[in-house]
């Protein structure tokens, strides 16, 4: 890998700070759903009901979307972490130089493809659930409305799981090259045991869609990004 000389500090700071705000955002996003729309009844098995959700988020707009706000912002830090990474391991062995190039393919890609999705959670659901609440008492009307607003936010999930498939691969091969280049034993295997733990929750919600495992994963992921953003401020 590049000599403490050749690394580009400036990028060095920016990465390590935006995986540091990321995992951040990701600890916020998980007590504000939990903590704070669980406070005015909002529990996460709504997500899967749209019956549930819509009257809900009529009631609590801005509240649902500053959620969708919070996890775009842990997808926006994240975004230079893919780079710095790659540039951190860029000057390594021929092995590691072609893995680092690799990971920053796949990390860019799976952060790119998931900054979608809360943009379209933010738009399409206070908008379907606005047209739920007006249609009360119209019973076709209504379920119309679910199955139009199922079909659009469909589109969303499946980016966001087809994000976190990349996202899984990702870690793995960020986890192997910090234990490679032996720069952190620690932070190498928590990236790699995540980065494993990821493909495994993904897999399974693939099969079992309600599935609880992925409620934490982002607590989780936000742990391995602190990590990742302390080692490289301290480089």
Same mark, same amino acid.
């Given at each position: +890998?590049? #000599? =403490?000389?050749?690394? =580009?500090? /400036?990028?060095?700071?920016?990465?390590?700070?935006? #995986?540091?705000?990321? @995992?951040?955002?990701?600890?916020?996003?998980?007590? *504000?759903?939990?903590?704070?729309? @669980?406070?005015?009844?909002?529990?996460?098995? +709504?997500?899967?009901?749209? $019956?549930?959700?819509?009257?809900?988020?009529?009631?609590? $707009?801005?509240?649902?979307?500053?959620?969708?706000?919070? /996890?775009?912002?842990?997808?926006?830090?994240?975004?230079?972490?893919?780079? $710095?990474?790659?540039?951190?391991?860029?000057?390594?062995? %021929?092995?590691?130089?072609?893995?680092?190039?690799?990971?920053?393919?796949? @990390?860019?890609?799976? !952060?790119?493809?998931?900054?979608?999705?809360?943009?379209?959670? /933010?738009?399409?659901?206070?908008?379907? #659930? %606005?047209?739920?609440?007006?249609?009360? @008492?119209?019973? %076709?009307?209504?379920?119309?409305?679910?199955?139009?607003?199922?079909?659009?936010?469909?589109?969303?999930?499946?980016?966001?799981?087809?994000? %976190?498939?990349?996202?899984?691969?990702?870690?793995?091969?960020?986890? *192997?090259?910090?234990?490679?280049? =032996?720069?952190?034993?620690?932070?190498?295997?928590?990236?790699?045991? +995540?980065?494993?733990?990821?493909?495994?929750?993904?897999?399974?919600?693939?099969? =079992?869609?309600?599935?609880?495992?992925?409620?934490?994963?982002?607590?989780?992921?936000?742990?391995? *990004?602190?990590?990742?953003? !302390?080692?490289?401020?301290?480089?």
């Amino acid at each position: +890998m590049p #000599a =403490n000389s050749s690394l =580009n500090r /400036y990028l060095l700071k920016i990465g390590g700070w935006s #995986a540091i705000l990321s @995992g951040i955002f990701f600890v916020v996003v998980t007590i *504000y759903i939990f903590g704070v729309l @669980g406070s005015f009844g909002f529990v996460p098995e +709504m997500f899967d009901d749209h $019956t549930l959700l819509h009257p809900w988020v009529a009631e609590h $707009t801005r509240l649902y979307q500053i959620s969708w706000l919070f /996890y775009f912002l842990t997808q926006l830090f994240l975004l230079p972490v893919p780079l $710095t990474l790659a540039h951190y391991f860029g000057g390594g062995d %021929e092995k590691q130089i072609a893995l680092a190039k690799l990971s920053k393919l796949l @990390g860019t890609a799976s !952060v790119t493809i998931a900054i979608i999705s809360p943009v379209i959670f /933010y738009a399409i659901t206070p908008i379907t #659930a %606005e047209a739920y609440v007006e249609f009360s @008492g119209q019973v %076709e009307a209504q379920s119309l409305t679910i199955i139009i607003s199922e079909l659009l936010t469909d589109i969303p999930k499946e980016i966001r799981l087809f994000s %976190e498939v990349i996202l899984g691969i990702w870690l793995t091969i960020v986890g *192997y090259l910090f234990l490679d280049a =032996n720069r952190s034993r620690v932070v190498g295997w928590l990236v790699l045991a +995540m980065g494993v733990w990821t493909l495994f929750v993904v897999i399974l919600k693939i099969f =079992n869609p309600f599935t609880p495992l992925e409620d934490f994963l982002g607590l989780l992921l936000a742990i391995s *990004y602190l990590f990742i953003g !302390v080692h490289l401020l301290r480089t």
